[in-house]
């Protein structure tokens, strides 16, 4: 399990969105990135249907493959 908490990128506020982790300041669900993505649009793509920028939500993959990476990340164990 990710601990979202360690992503400046994101968020969780009790009662926006069920308490789920969003992109900050927006209220787009971190799983609605990894789902698009999954679904094969691309990041640009998921910037004009979301009104998000490139870097928000290229931060959340570049967060989490620096997390598999680091020494004593799930990859490292």
Do not use: Y
């Amino acid at each position: 399990m990710i601990d979202w908490s360690q992503c400046p990128a994101v968020e969780r506020i009790p009662g926006k969105r069920s308490g789920t982790w969003l992109l900050k300041a927006t209220r787009m669900p971190v799983q609605t990135i990894f789902e698009n993505l999954d679904a094969g649009l691309s990041v640009r793509e998921i910037t004009e249907v979301f009104d998000v920028t490139e870097q928000e939500v290229n931060a959340i993959p570049h967060f989490l493959t620096h997390r598999l990476e680091a020494p004593g990340g799930p990859c490292h164990n």
